[in-house]
């Protein structure tokens, strides 16, 4: 529910309002698809229903068998030669938008990312401009001017997931053992909301991810600050023992404060945590209190996750919590 809450907060997601080039595509394919059923559909009820009200035998009047009327080779060749033409501009139309889609090739200066498919989180790697982050896809937006495509490269770490932000791009699975490819170009800034799109596990509604849309300049700087290490002490004390409960627990043998020693792979990165808007891939909201809930029992948010609860007391729970606001 509340992740349902956190979708209607931002942009309903809907395959009609596609927002991104490869989206575009297959809306309007889509589109082209729906009508032309539309007009089948009402051209073949409207002749039967027709049919039935005038060839209707008079009230009162029962007649045995009506004549039976056999072979017509025009209206036979019309009801084959129509459906077929039909077809064949429909298998044309969607073989086109496949292939534009599947073929494209990356621009130099396209983004190019890496996306891992865990249960239940979107591990998000930008190999080349040395960032990390989680459940949040920040990509450049493309204007009529320059084409600043982000093509990704999916994986899995465990078990079957797919990919899907609606108004983006269409589904891609995401499956152990293969890479699989897609890309996305948003044409406007906006936070768009998405999820896993296969049912990968208990938490499988608990997999949202966002794409995050951002003008160029938006895009640089928010890079910039995701490529700086976070390994210092905070200066004030509390965040300080925090940090001291972080990296001597479990806690730094998952997870990654990018400068520190904390350098575990089987959770999210933390290095910028308070960057992102929600914990556990949309179970909640990343502020203070849920936080701390999440922390003290990560069960309770997100039923089967796995994340262990450290059995902190209050104190170092309020320190831990502390620490990680300050990773911005
Ligand atoms: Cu991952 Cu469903």
Redesign the pocket.
């Known amino acids: 529910m509340l992740s349902l809450a956190l979708q209607a907060a931002d942009t309903i997601s809907s395959i009609f309002a596609p927002v991104s080039t490869p989206a575009m595509k297959e809306a309007s394919l889509a589109t082209m698809v729906l009508i032309l059923s539309l007009v089948v559909f009402v051209v073949v009820a409207g002749l039967i229903a027709y049919s039935v009200v005038r060839f209707r035998a008079p009230a009162g009047e029962r007649t045995s068998e009506p004549p039976q009327v056999y072979g017509s080779a025009q209206v036979e060749a019309a009801w084959t030669a129509v459906p077929l033409i039909i077809v064949i501009v429909l298998m044309l139309a969607t073989g086109r938008v496949i292939h534009e889609i599947q073929a494209a090739t990356a621009p130099p200066n396209a983004v190019e990312v890496t996306v891992i498919?865990r249960?239940?989180w979107w591990e998000i790697r930008y190999p080349k401009l040395g960032v990390v982050t989680a459940n949040e896809l920040h990509v450049p937006v493309s204007d009529s001017l320059v084409r600043r495509p982000t093509f990704l490269t999916l994986q899995s770490s465990d078990v079957a997931?797919?990919f899907w932000v609606p108004r983006v791009a269409g589904k891609t699975d995401l499956i152990p053992n293969r890479t699989n490819h897609m890309w996305v170009e948003p044409r406007e800034a906006g936070t768009f909301l998405g999820q896993?799109?296969?049912?990968?596990g208990t938490q499988?509604t608990l997999?949202l991810l966002r794409i995050v849309a951002e003008p160029p300049e938006q895009f640089a700087r928010w890079v910039e600050q995701q490529r700086q290490a976070a390994g210092t002490a905070p200066a004030e004390p509390v965040a300080a023992a925090g940090r001291r409960v972080f990296l001597g627990t479990v806690c730094a043998g998952c997870h990654t404060v990018a400068g520190s020693a904390a350098n575990g792979k089987n959770g999210p990165d933390l290095t910028h945590l308070m960057s992102r808007a929600t914990i556990g891939a949309g179970a909640a909201p990343n502020v203070r209190d849920r936080l701390r809930t999440w922390i003290r029992n990560p069960d309770d948010v997100k039923h089967g996750v796995l994340m262990p609860a450290m059995q902190l007391d209050d104190e170092q729970l309020d320190q831990l919590v502390e620490y990680l606001l300050t990773l911005r």
């Open positions: 498919g249960q239940w997931h797919s896993c799109a296969e049912y990968c499988h997999m």
